[in-house]
């Protein structure tokens, strides 16, 4: 019963109105892996770099329980490249660079060793090496959740609804979920998209929340008000992380634990943007998880007499 997870790992350059950093570590697996292993280990990952990226890096992974046997290096390559900048509300940016380098003919091979898969977290990449993993899962995951972008919308759309057929869940931020179904209304955009192939759908408001929608069920969990936003690079990806370990930890598939496991997700997505690139996530403890699963509680927390 093993989590693998599958998305770039990356090399970042971030503007945000209060600072700038210069390549840092990012990518979308990287920040699940590092979300995900708070909750569950081993993690199975599947990504791709060049020789550029810090040997360190693969090393601290490790130490977190983070199998690398379906990470290929290429010596003689370079890594993933997204550069972004954000707008001052923090919550929108523009994509100022995106070099696939390393992703550009991948190709993605799921080791003997992840056959026992029964999560499949399909983290921000190609939808054509997306669908090439789930190809190669010779039993079929109990979840398969997937994140993408819009990115992937305007460069590999029929791709996209290709291996959205083969998913369970799929998150998107609004914006995304618009794009994707051409509908403002948010309710008419779900409706829309889970006839497309997936059962769920998580759509992220950034510092608004995010909403699960299932049939005709919908649930909402909110994004902590939080003093200092440092850097939002990589919260839904960390967010993707708290999700999918929090199902693979207590193994429960259903409407109500995916309820839980959204606000795990948010609690997670809080301390990402506390600092730039992963920094903040490698320093958490499961007493800060806990404290922050606790203010949620308290945040939505009230009673009602009707009277
Ligand atoms: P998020 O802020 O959660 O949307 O994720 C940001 C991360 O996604 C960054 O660390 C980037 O390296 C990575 N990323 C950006 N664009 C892409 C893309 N087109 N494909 C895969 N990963 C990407």
Redesign the pocket.
Known sequence: MSLVVV??M?F?AIETPFGKSDRII???A??IAWSASNFTQPIKQISVVGGDFPKEELSALEARGVQLEGVQVKENEKS?F?S?KYHMDMNTRD?LD?QLNV?ANFEPKVPDSYQDCSFLMLG???PAIQLQVIEQMKTQPRLVVLDT?N??METAMDDLMKVLKRVDVLMVNDSEARELSNEFSLVKAAKKILTMGPKYLIIKKGEHGALLFHSDNVFFAPALPLEDVFD????????AGGFIGHIARTKDISFENMKTAIIYGSAMASFCVEKFGTERLKSLTKEEIDRRMQQFQDLVNFDIELV
């Open positions: 998305g770039s990356a970042d990012g990518g979308a990287t920040y993933f997204w972004g994509a995106t992703l921000n990449l190609v972008m990115f992937w939002p690079t990589g919260a839904g990806d960390t967010f």
